[in-house]
């Protein structure tokens, strides 16, 4: 009786839209893979969910501003215009996830795990992103200004457009990146790994 109560309440996750208290229930009583979810348009800023699997679910609009998401899971995730701001990211695993138009100001991202995202028109001004995962990134036309990325792997990532004002790139590795009608500091380059 117990195990059919928990496929039907995992297909009732599954209908067309989630309900958010219904999640933070479960989360609280130990599950963590929620992923193939719809949580398009979800108000959740300030929750915290270290630890929770995210992947390859629909974030559209999501709002987790303030949100505590550190070790998660969002690989294949469609973050299209979420609002991550001053979100705690730490080792969050986001590879080809979809962050275009995402709002991660101020975010800490430290070695998360970003390879192969979409992050074109990104704003992550001023964002942690040490020792951050970049490979092979689509930041084209993101603005980076501010942003810390001491150690980030940034090989092969596309940069083109993109506002790298201000940015930290001590130690970066930046082999075959694309910096074509990028904004940088020239002095900043020499103290990355190109």
């Known amino acids: ?9 995992v297909a009732d996750l599954r209908s067309t839209r989630t309900d958010i208290m219904q999640i933070l ?6 599950r963590r893979n929620f992923s193939h979810l719809d949580f398009h348009e ?18 559209v609009s999501a709002n987790f501003f303030g949100s505590v998401l550190e070790g998660g899971c969002l690989n294949g995730s469609n973050l299209w215009r979420a609002n991550l ?3 705690n990211l730490v080792r ?4 080809r996830a979809i962050l275009i138009r995402a709002f991660l100001s101020r975010a800490d991202l430290s070695a998360a795990d ?6 074109r028109l990104a704003d ?7 020792q951050a995962n970049l490979q092979n990134a689509d930041l084209s036309y993101a603005n980076l200004s501010g942003a810390n990325l001491t150690e980030a792997d940034l090989r092969g990532a596309d940069l083109c457009g993109a506002d790298l004002r201000g940015v930290d790139l001590a130690g970066a590795a930046l082999e075959g990146v694309n ?3 990028a904004l940088w500091d020239p002095e900043k380059l020499p103290s990355a790994k190109r």
């Open 1 to 9: 009786m117990l195990q059919i109560e928990k496929v039907k309440r």
């Open 179 to 181: 910096l074509d009608r």
């Open 25 to 30: 229930d479960l989360y609280a009583g130990g």
């Open 85 to 87: 701001g001053e979100a």
């Open 114 to 119: 970003l390879r192969c995202s979409d992050l």
């Open 42 to 59: 979800a108000w959740m800023p300030g929750i915290a969910v270290p630890g929770i699997n995210l992947s390859q679910t629909n974030l």
């Open 92 to 95: 969050v695993s986001c590879q």
């Open 124 to 130: 992550i001004s001023q964002g942690r992103l040490c």
